[in-house]
């Protein structure tokens, strides 16, 4: 962009190419005006593009275009720049608001970047430009007065280069070139400015006048000066610049050359610019036009001075000396700040190296720094220069430290930013302190910042790899034990586990100690040990491979030396078990190819030593069973009996079955065995063979003790011994003849019983034959027995019934008395048993009623087809009663009393704020006492009457009134009842008219959700709109990224939150913070600080103040400074222990009380969640919940902590408040749980509050899950029990309280808008505006008006509309199925419950009879009665009539109706015969489960306005305090405006007319008040016809109200009454340009001021 300004403007003319004189001379009077305004704005825009080059050169840094630049000046933030190149230590740059301007591309100007501009003026001011020179705020930010704000920017490059601290402005004039368009652009730009161009040429004029000193002296020393330059004699320069009355500085006559040059070349260039600019025929000369001003000489001497003192410091650079350096440094004429003798060997350095990168830079050319480059060379030494200091210092605190033994010290120094160590890990605290303290005592010194730089690299390493292993992962450890900072030698990967399971084991063996880190020692120790082992394992592997080859190969003896190499580490190998080995090892190896189903399967080294250990146990076992036997055959031999029993029961040699007893059988059979073996073969060689348990054969020699696992070739078996298994099988043989003897002796007694169960076994089986035979022949003996036992009871039969027939009367009466006796007896029994029992008894009835009760009440509450003869004991419950009649009025009146008062306090707060405006306007006496007296008799009249009535016009009692007002109720119950009308209206309408539309219609016509009807519609359409406005339905829809949320403030979110905090949920909200908010205020000691700046100050007050002497600190100072200090530190870290207790505080009771939140404003929650998910389904659910929150708590609720008397969350009364360490350890609190919603950290100039960060982290997850909750509500439909039927079935009609001009105002929106409201033409809305016709005047509405009255007050009125549905079916109309429902539902109730029955079919197929019909007569009569009580108490209660007449009916005709309307229910597929029309029963059943909610619900309700009615009554008082105060203030006025006007002279009168005062005009032209300002422009009129234009101000009889006429050539055209107090509005809302007559602009700052001069004499 700037190269391309460059081609569009380049340089090459020395002139504007307007034309010439000559031109000029034959253009008419307009051409040269218009030529003239051309030339201005020529010459302006070379200043601008002046001012732009020169402020880039400055600050290094890129601005807008030309044409641009002043646009880009308002934010401030190039301005803000300039100041911090004037004054860096005023203006530092983190200081400057939106520094990368960032928020202004995006949203535009913001009021913070007034900062911007404030802080280049105070540069302005501590740099000593004169104050003649300074724009105003609103010049800049407001764009009122740019001229001057480019004025001063060249008055101040004059002045700094005056003082030799930037270059020189420019003079562009003629050398840049400019569009007919742009420049047209900027005539234009000037004309709405309307002021009068500054006069550049004279800021040098100006800035001389500006010096105390004598004027004329001056001047002509100055033009001295300019002759002796002309002249070109240095001597005379020199001594003209010298001359004390020219009030030059900084002269130093050996350069009185370089000072003639640089005039002159100066002064040329300046003569050269003023003949472009002579060429202009509207050009003024001045004589400082051609002659170099006192300013423009001093800035030409100052840059000589400099030039030499810069070339002296590269000569100084080039000898490379420190102290000739230090000298150049100080040179005045370099003016370099902060240059201290102890840094000069940094600066040499450091100069030395800019030197050289600028010479490469220039392709080896030597050249010299500029002062700016030096400057900065300086203050980058410095830096690093103390930055060196305070490491030292830092390295001796750590050498403390470690000699103090104390481990936190040595971390706290550590930890120190000023040592520019790495991050150190706290819990390593020990570990340094050991590892310090034993380098320290091997070097007996000091540590240096190398070795403590080392130590910290590798120690940190160490501590992480601590750390990780303790976390118990082998990966995370490992790459610990990589970092190059740990140097541990010789990592394997592959070795992960065994490193951390080996490091995990030295840890523990260490927990004992002060130090339970493990040391870089140890853990390279424990690295060491684990590859040893694991190379080891290594060569075991091998060794193992090569044991099994040799198994394969099956040479025993290759099998030995396998097993004997060294590198397989066994054990207990014996070269004599060779054979052994192999056959085992072959037979385990089969075994396990065999199990695992693998021939090449490997034996294992566990494996392997378990068998060779296997085989050495059997060659022990070999032996000593050997040597048992050979002791046996010896025993046998000596006939020892008892050493033969001994050795035979010997362990090792296994036998079984050997019995002592049998000691001498088992000598006489062994000898027996051995002498026939004897002579079966060879004796006395000693060898003999026995097998091993495991069946091995095991040779051995008795004589030599040899054993073998294979028979060698030379042995020859000895005869004569004995085997183990010889000796075992007579061993067995004589035992078993033992035991069979014994065991029948001792089994005797047994064998005696065997016999005798025989004999039982026989004598059973006779027996089981003789029965066998009786079953055979069972019919015939049963036949006998029958007729023997017949015979024998027939007998005695006949012998007793002739007894009873001779004696029957006799039996007859002993019977009776019997029975009675026995029936009188038990009764008496069980009478007595009741007395006795008689309160268990009352107990069980009460029960078993209990019971059957609880029974019907459960099956009508959750069966699924309750049984009729249940219903009928409970439809009783759908009468109203006279109770309900009565709520239901205290209800409604409590509802409109509500209502009232919340739009009274609404008014009311609105005006008072309003008054405040007044007040303080009063004070700064800008408006007249009359305006606040008229505003305060207004306050009065809504503290005496809060509310009017009317009873005309709409109300009024005529046909035509009362279609109006049914059309008005019609067209309010459609918008109530359908959400979408108001939600697309609610965007149609522009964003500044949303809210004021919110709450005078929108909560109007849901009466601010005082009951369950109006609440559940709203949410509706809260919902609709909310919906829309996310998911881009609507073409005025804002949502485009999630985060619009957030930063877009919604209009809809900004609803629901205005609703659910200012009314609904208000006592939520203060029920939820009520008791965190005074906690925090009665805390007296509880002072929350976290600001560094602030809490320095008031440390240093506090010393100076409690010592009475100055502390030597300085009063100004930055963050990093003021956290320098100890006490500092120790208070903001007090300050962040309380913050954080009372945070976790109030985050404790917050999630704690979810159920506070309104459901209202959890279901809009959740509406949203759904709503982003369906328009952002890839978002995570983290964003999700962190929009919900930022709806939930940062729009909700932090609001609240903030400023709980602003949301009434405390009481406050009018003449105390909050004070401010009270509103900022709120703000704080709040602070710290938004950052904890939103999961935002402190860093960058907070990051002293960086400790925070893990506590918001974690409360950050709390919150997660809290939003989460609060989305997790029911619909609406299943809270508040609401569907398509409840209008119907309501006992009132809705009614809302609505003021005639918020009628007027919804009816003519709605007219504007019915086209995109509802597209369709026929829909309702369109037919009930048709209906409505045009907008009625509020007169119609209101009626005859009496012309005294107030009629703007009485628009406000509130009238009542009970509203209704037009398009309900009318009376008698059956075609209606959802109607037919609810009058049969009605009908049905009437019927059960007089007459009983099993079902429906048949109760209604079963005729009535009298009694029953007598009931429902009786019933209809008590139904009247009550309805009769409710219509005389004169509530709007309404019952539908055509359900009454229904009822009203007989009993029979009420069932034939019933009969026919199931029919046509049947028809319609509602209700089904087959099930006697379970459905109607069940509704039945809903509506009387809905009732008890409802009574339930409404006594909750009444309860809920009584303390919403107590709470606004508060409010209301408050508001009437305030109101006191007024008065008292106003009548103090009066009273001080009387005691003046004894004095003075009146011009008006405050209360009604005065007829002692005149009238007073004035007059002025158009041409006239423009040239004051006044009058801008007049639209299609030319400048040179405002002389015909006439303007009259006059007063009225209304103080503060003029009459403005306007006339033209004498002609009346236009009359206005211009209102002062709208001017003064105006003003306050920052206008500066109004339109009168609709054509003339008006600048509302001058006008107010000729008012004000002219009319009031201020």
Known sequence: ????????????????????????????????????????????????????????????????????????????????????????????????????????????LHFRHTDNINHWVNALEHMGLPQIFYPETTDIYDRKNMPRVIYCIHALSLYMFKLGLAPQIEDLYGKIKFTDEEISAMRKELEKYGIQMPAFSKIGGILANEMPVDEAALHAAVIAINDAIDRQVIPDTLGAIQNPAAHLVNIAPDYAAGYQDILHSAKYTKAENARNKSIDPDYEPDVYDELLTQAEIQGNINKVNTSRALEKLDEVLQKQDASLLLQALKNPHLNLRDVQPDNAEFYLVRLMKDRDVKKNNNNGEAVMLDKDEVQTAVSESNKEADTEYQKILAVQAINA????????????????PKAQLPPVEE????????EFAN??????????????LGGVRVLSAIAKINLAVETGDPVGTFNTLLDRNAHIQNPDESNQKKYQDALVTAKVAKAEYENELLTHFEIQETVDMVNSQVHEEHERIVAIGLINEAVDRGVPQGTLEALQMATAKLKDIEPKQAVHYQNLLAAEKQKKAQKTDDDSAQLWVDEIQATVNTANRHAEEGNKMSVVVAAVNIAVDDADTQNLLNLLTNPDVALCSVTPECGSIYLVQLQEAKNDKTGAGDTGSGWMMNKAKEGHKFYFNINTMEYAWERPETVVKDHSLLTREEIQKVVTAVTAEHDRELLFKSNEPI?????????????????????NFMKTQLPAIVQIQAWYRGQRQHKKYRQRLGELKENED?????????????????????????????????????AWRSNMARHDYMQLMHAENPPISVVRKFVHLLDQSDIDYTEEIDLQKLRQQVVTEIRSNQQLELDLDQMDIKIGLLVKNRITLQDVITHDRKLKNYKENTRGSVNKGLKALSKESRERLEAYQHLFYLLQTNPRYLAKLIFEMPQSRTTKFMESVILTLYNYASNQREEYLLLKLFKTALEEEISHVLKHSKVDKMSDIVTGNPMVVKMIVGFNRNARGQGSLRELLNPLVKAVLEDKNLAINTNPIEVYKAWVNQMETQSGKASGLPYDATNEQALEHEEVRQRIDQSVQALRKATDLFLKHILGALDKIPYGMRYMAKVMRDALKKKFPDAPEKDVLKIVGNLIYYRYINSAIVAPDAFD????????????????????????????????????????????????????????KYFKEACDVEEPDVVFNIDQYTDVTMVTKPVIFISIREIVDTHQLLLDHQDALAPDHSDLLHELLEDLGDTPDSDILLGDVDETSNKTQLEKSEITLTLSNKYEVPEGDQTDINNMVIRTKRMVVDVIRCQPGENLTQILNTPATDEQEEEHAALVKKRDKVDKRATDKEANLVRQQSVMSETRLALSTMKTKVKKNLHALVLAGVVSHKDHYQAIVNMIVQDIRNQRRYRQRRKQEMIRIRDTFQSLSTKRAFFEEQIDYYNRYVKTCLDNLRTKGKKTHKRFSFFGKDTDIKQVSIKYSASKLHEKGVVLEIEDLPMNQFKNVLFEIATTEDAGVFDVNAKFMGVQMEKVDLIFQDLLQLQYEGVAVMKMFNRAKVNVNLLIFLLNKKFYGK
Request: charged letters at 30%.
């Open 1 to 108: 962009m700037e190269d391309e300004d460059q081609v569009d403007r380049g340089v090459g003319h020395n002139r504007a190419a307007y034309g010439t004189i000559e031109d000029n001379a034959r253009l008419s009077a307009e051409e040269m005006d218009e030529k003239r305004k051309e030339n201005i704005a020529y010459e302006y825009l070379c200043h601008l593009e002046e001012a732009k080059v020169w402020i880039e050169a400055c600050i290094n840094d890129h601005l807008p275009m030309t044409t641009e630049i002043e646009e880009g000046l308002r934010n401030g933030v190039y301005l803000a720049k300039l100041g911090h190149f004037m004054k860096p230590e005023l203006v530092p740059l983190k200081r400057i608001y939106d520094r990368d301007q960032e928020r202004y591309n995006v949203r535009g």
């Open 751 to 771: 064998i005696v019983k065997l016999q005798a169960r025989i004999r039982g076994y026989q004598a059973r089986e006779a027996f089981n034959n003789r029965m």
């Open 1209 to 1264: 969350i405390i009481d406050v009364t009018a003449n105390k408040g909050l004070t401010t360490d009270q509103r900022r350890n709120l703000g704080s609190v709040a602070k710290i749980l938004q950052f904890a919603a939103s999961n935002k950290g402190f860093g960058g100039d907070s990051a002293h509050l960086a400790s925070m960060n893990s506590y918001i982290r974690e409360a950050h997850e709390k919150f997660k």
């Open 401 to 416: 430290a470690v000699s103090s033994g104390d481990a936190q010290q040595l971390l706290a120094a550590l930890v120190n």
């Open 439 to 452: 380098i320290k005592e091997e070097k007996q010194a000091d540590l240096d910042y190398e070795e403590i």
């Open 427 to 434: 819990y390593a605290a020990n570990l340094y302190m050991e």
């Open 810 to 846: 006799s039996a007859i009466k002993i019977q009776a008395q019997v029975r009675m006796y026995l029936a009188r007896q038990k009764y008496k029994e069980r009478q007595k048993y009741y007395k006795a029992n008689e309160p268990q008894i009352v107990k069980i009835q009460a």
